[in-house]
């Protein structure tokens, strides 16, 4: 298993995963289980909600922030990110990250 970082929103979270793509997944699927547990410390219903209507968009960088791996924008995978979609997270992506995207 490999550490990522994983944007969304106004969050990044630490995910562990076989692969960069793979985060984005179990980044989803932990979204998902939010709405069975009464409470979670990291993950609003707002985020659930965001996910089920398809707002949320997902930027997988290497865990010290140095590169952005892959992503998805309003659905659609996305390798290399574009800056589009870097620009939609950029609270969270690091400025000098977002000049090389694509």
Known sequence: MNKYLVATGIR????????????IWVLKQ???QRRYVRR???????????????RLNFVVMS???????????QGQ?????SRRLAQSLDSVIP???I???V
């Open 77 to 81: 995978p996305e390798h290399p990110v």
């Open 95 to 97: 400025q000098g990250l």
């Open 30 to 32: 932990t979204i998902d």
């Open 12 to 23: 990044l979270f630490s995910v562990e995963a076989p692969s960069a793509v793979d985060a």
């Open 63 to 73: 865990e010290d922030r140095s590169r952005l791996l892959c992503g998805e924008y």
């Open 40 to 54: 979670h410390p990291d993950i609003g219903m707002s985020l659930v909600q965001a996910l089920d209507e398809g």
């Open 99 to 101: 000049f090389t995207t």
